[in-house]
């Protein structure tokens, strides 16, 4: 058992490693990071130890269910895509579908093996790996501000905006919000001065990403947590958010283009109604897991000279307009159960545990930003989402 913990403990740590090592699989097949492998071994030895051992698998009962039905849709819906992509496609696709599931099972693996007297000392080191990150995010502002030679790799040009590990401000943002939401409910819960320090660095790095649906995610932690138990948060926050508009034209470039719809926000709205029409398409059932790249394709999304789409051609620019397009209504319902599941058994004790109030923020704000960006199957967002939930089945054992 201590070497499952310590391979989560590496796998955790992998956040920090973020898009920095990467395996390509094949041309439309994406490529595997250094978390996914970590994830997978940390399953697998679990199940060795549990097998040889001849020990019971407790199963998180309030979420397993539907994530297994959502796991079960999706496979349906994979099988059935055969009809219209070739072989190789589908078994591509099937990665994806493998790789939810394994971070999935990672919420079994935390349920199963962390003490909840243990919690504290996990909790604290998620944040000490938050510190880390934003660090290195700073540090990357300072030493490699322009992205721009990413291009060639299929990733956007970013330029003066914290990126991190993860060369991508967006993603990098609602993983300094999933940290900042754990951080301040420490804080307000413990009046420990450090964990005020860490919110406060976290909200720093989370403002020069620059990212809009961060920004959103920020104001629904912040909101939460206010409302549950510190109203002058709320305040706090738009005095804060006013004065970063007042100061750094940047922001309020953002800001402006969102309510104006500059060319980013334009190509989120175009990207919207190619989903909507693919799940017009594929009502019922979708296109398949993971084949959105290749029903885009087909229906001729891609320039000319970007046959493939890139990193993001295989996703849409919202997590459940991905989902309803590539499993159709049935995965859609469970899917729509499995995130409904897990934001009302974190809701319980919501003003009194620390944890549920970080991880109901968090999870919330996880929610909303993925239906502006992809966010909720990025593979190190997916392991904060699942672990998160495998520890507060252990708080509610």
């Known amino acids: ?82 009809n219209f992509f070739s072989f190789s496609q589908i078994i591509t696709a099937s990665f994806f579908l493998f790789r939810f599931v394994a971070y ?35 540090l990357q502002l300072l030493i490699l501000p322009d992205l ?39 804080y307000l819960y413990k009046k420990n001065y450090i964990y005020l320090g860490i919110a406060i660095l976290l909200l ?30 709320i305040i706090l926050t738009l005095l804060f958010f006013l004065t970063s508009v007042l100061v750094s034209a940047h922001i309020r470039e953002r800001i402006v283009g969102a309510a104006t ?7 989120r709205v175009e990207s919207w109604q190619k989903a909507l029409t693919i799940f017009k398409n594929n009502f019922l059932f979708g296109t398949g897991f993971n084949t959105y790249r290749f029903a885009q394709s087909k229906q001729g999304n891609f320039a000319y000279d970007n046959p493939q789409g890139g990193h993001s051609g295989s996703g849409t620019d919202s997590s459940i307009l991905l989902v309803a397009a590539t499993t159709g209504i049935f995965g859609l319902s469970f899917f729509s159960l499995l995130i409904f599941s897990i934001l009302q058994f974190s809701f319980h004790n919501l003003k009194t545990n620390y944890l549920k109030l970080a991880s109901f923020s968090s999870i919330l704000a996880i929610l909303v930003h993925s239906q502006f960006v992809n966010s909720f199957f990025f593979p190190q967002i997916m392991l904060l989402i699942w672990f998160i939930v495998g520890i507060n089945h252990v708080q509610n054992n």
């Open 1 to 82: 058992m201590n070497i499952v913990k310590l391979f989560l403990i590496t796998t955790l740590f992998s956040i920090i490693i973020g898009q920095l090592i990467r395996f390509p699989l094949a041309s439309t097949a994406g490529a595997i990071t250094l978390t996914d492998i970590l994830v997978i071994v940390t399953d697998i030895l679990f199940l060795l130890y549990a097998i040889l051992l001849k020990s019971i698998i407790r199963l998180p009962k309030k979420t397993f269910f539907y994530g297994m039905m959502f796991s079960l849709a999706a496979l349906t819906s994979t099988i059935l895509a055969a």
């Open 104 to 138: 999935f099972f990672i919420s079994v693996v935390v349920y199963n093996i962390i003490k909840k007297n243990q919690i504290g000392n996990w909790i604290n080191f998620l944040l000490l790996l938050a510190v880390v990150f934003s660090s290195l995010g700073f």
């Open 148 to 186: 721009s030679f990413l291009v060639a790799y299929g990733w956007d040009p970013h330029q003066e905006r914290i990126v991190s590990t993860f060369l991508d401000p967006n993603f990098a943002g609602i993983a300094f919000a999933i940290f900042l939401a754990f951080s301040t409910s420490l």
């Open 204 to 233: 720093f790095v989370l403002v020069f990403t620059y990212s809009r649906s961060s920004y959103l995610a920020l104001i629904t932690v912040m909101f939460v947590i206010g409302v549950a138990k510190a109203p002058k948060l």
């Open 261 to 267: 719809l500059d060319e980013t926000a334009q190509a």
